[in-house]
T-cell receptor
Framework: LAKTTQPISMDSYEGQEVNITCSHNNIATNDYITWYQQFPSQGPRFIIQ???TKVTNEVASLFIPADRKSSTLSLPRVSLSDTAVYYCLVALDTGRRALTFGSGTRLQVQP | DTEVTQTPKHLVMGMTNKKSLKCEQHMGHRAMYWYKQKAKKPPELMFV???????INESVPSRFSPECPNSSLLNLHLHALQPEDSALYLCASSQEGFLEKLFFGSGTQLSVL
């Protein structure tokens, strides 16, 4: 069964740009890539969604190469409050539509 | 109102108990989801309802029984659970389909003794 993969953890300092990559080799042709942020004891919160190339909103950018087998979430100028777990979510081409979260990346932002 | 409300926030139950988790949204969303999340793990999809009909059951044991009484409500009935079922149970909703933005509740932290 295909699955997505992300780095387990990342460390950064306040004010830096953070890039988190998700690998999703078996993404379905027509499906989107979505990223979520989760704080302890809370449900995940939507950050950004894209299909190809680049998407930008007020909190992040999402870069997707032409083959769409990976995606990179970019957080500009992180702050302490960005310390959280970040998940990519795709619908994998497993013969049925399914919503599978990546393993998650635990981002620790330090002063 | 962009909230998904889950009750209770915490639940402790014995293996012989019957309990229910409740989820409510008033955003007019027609797809609702149950996820299970163990500590330090990603959420795992359990069930999906689309237009009040069960569309996905991820081979969840029958001791978990979902119910969607109407488009705003989603229940998860629990019976004869095992200690390994202890987890954070998350409800989510989306406008219509699987690939839209999911709105999650804060979850119910369940402990089975």
């Amino acid at each position: 069964l295909a699955k997505t993969t992300q780095p387990i953890s990342m460390d950064s300092y306040e004010g830096q740009e953070v890039n988190i990559t998700c690998s999703h080799n078996n993404i379905a042709t027509n499906d989107y890539i979505t990223w979520y942020q989760q704080f302890p004891s809370q449900g995940p919160r939507f950050i950004i969604q894209g299909y190809k190339t680049k998407v930008t909103n007020e909190v992040a950018s999402l870069f997707i190469p032409a083959d769409r087998k990976s995606s990179t979430l970019s957080l500009p100028r992180v702050s302490l409050s960005d310390t959280a777990v970040y998940y990519c979510l795709v619908a994998l081409d497993t013969g049925r539509r399914a919503l599978t979260f990546g393993s998650g990346t635990r981002l620790q932002v330090q002063p | 109102d962009t909230e998904v409300t889950q009750t209770p926030k915490h639940l402790v139950m014995g293996m012989t108990n019957k309990k229910s988790l409740k989820c409510e949204q008033h955003m007019g969303h027609r797809a609702m989801y149950w996820y299970k999340q163990k500590a330090k793990k990603p959420p795992e999809l359990m069930f999906v309802y689309s237009y009040e009909k069960l569309s996905i059951n991820e081979s969840v044991p029958s001791r978990f029984s979902p119910e969607c009484p109407n488009s705003s409500l989603l229940n998860l009935h629990l019976h004869a659970l095992q200690p390994e079922d202890s987890a954070l149970y998350l409800c989510a909703s989306s406008q219509e389909g699987f690939l839209e933005k999911l709105f999650f509740g804060s979850g119910t932290q369940l402990s089975v003794l």
